[in-house]
Structures are given as structure tokens and as C-alpha cells.
């Protein structure tokens, strides 16, 4: 099993900044892809962005050039930050991790998802 904890989330102006963080913990995992997503109220999850165990990255379109997200793989974290927020991006946002589990010789491998930040964005 991997637990996953969010951190950062809140309540700031339009134009401002938020640092998000996702740290994952457990026993014989390794992570490899991880990843945030959103969901506003009435609407469906969303990707935001994700970022694999070798550093590549993709986003959504809408947050190109706004959003960054990095992962330190020493601490199973993962960060992103939010520039230049609009009201839109009003949503919980969701850490997910992609993971393997070895317990002796067998391994599977399954999805994770922390409990939720809520940015709010004011206008």
C-alpha cells in the first residue's frame, strides 16, 4: 500500500501563487509515474499534469506556461506550482501516483490517490 499526502492548498487573489506538494510513503514501492488532477464542483476530474520517474512531463493545455510540476524521486515527492491563478482553477486537487508493490517475489502494480487540496481563487 502507498499513502499520499497533499500540502499547500488555499485561498489567494487572481494573479497569485500556490506550491502544492504530494508525499508518498509505504513499504516496497516504487513510483512511476505521478501526478495531479483537479475537479470543480459539478465537473469531472481532470489531468493537470503529470511527470515520469525519468523527469519527463506533460500538462493540459489550459495550464501550459502556468503551472510547473516536479517531483524529487529521494523523497517520493511531488510539487506543483501554480503561477499566475484564475478563478477557474478553483478546484480540490488530487495527488495520484502510479505504483508497484514487490512483496517477495510477486509485485503488481496499482493507482493511489491522496485526499484532496483545495485551492480557491479569488477574484
Known amino acids: 500500500q502507498v499513502q499520499l499526502v497533499e500540502s499547500g492548498g488555499g485561498l489567494v487573489q487572481a494573479g497569485g501563487s500556490l506550491r502544492l506538494s504530494c508525499e508518498a510513503s509505504g513499504r516496497s514501492f516504487s513510483i512511476n509515474v505521478m501526478g495531479w488532477y483537479r475537479q470543480a464542483p459539478g465537473k469531472q476530474r481532470e489531468l493537470v499534469a503529470d511527470i515520469s520517474s525519468g523527469g519527463s512531463t506533460n500538462y493540459a493545455d489550459f495550464v501550459k506556461g502556468r503551472f510547473t510540476i516536479s517531483r524529487d524521486n529521494a523523497k517520493n515527492t511531488v510539487y506543483l506550482q501554480l503561477n499566475s491563478l484564475k478563478p477557474e482553477d478553483t478546484a480540490v486537487y488530487y495527488c495520484?501516483?502510479?505504483?508497484?508493490?514487490?512483496?517477495?517475489?510477486?509485485?503488481?502494480?496499482?493507482?493511489?490517490w491522496g485526499q484532496g487540496t483545495q485551492v480557491t481563487v479569488s477574484s
Open positions: 495520484k501516483a502510479e505504483a508497484k508493490i514487490t512483496s517477495g517475489i510477486r509485485w503488481y502494480r496499482s493507482d493511489y
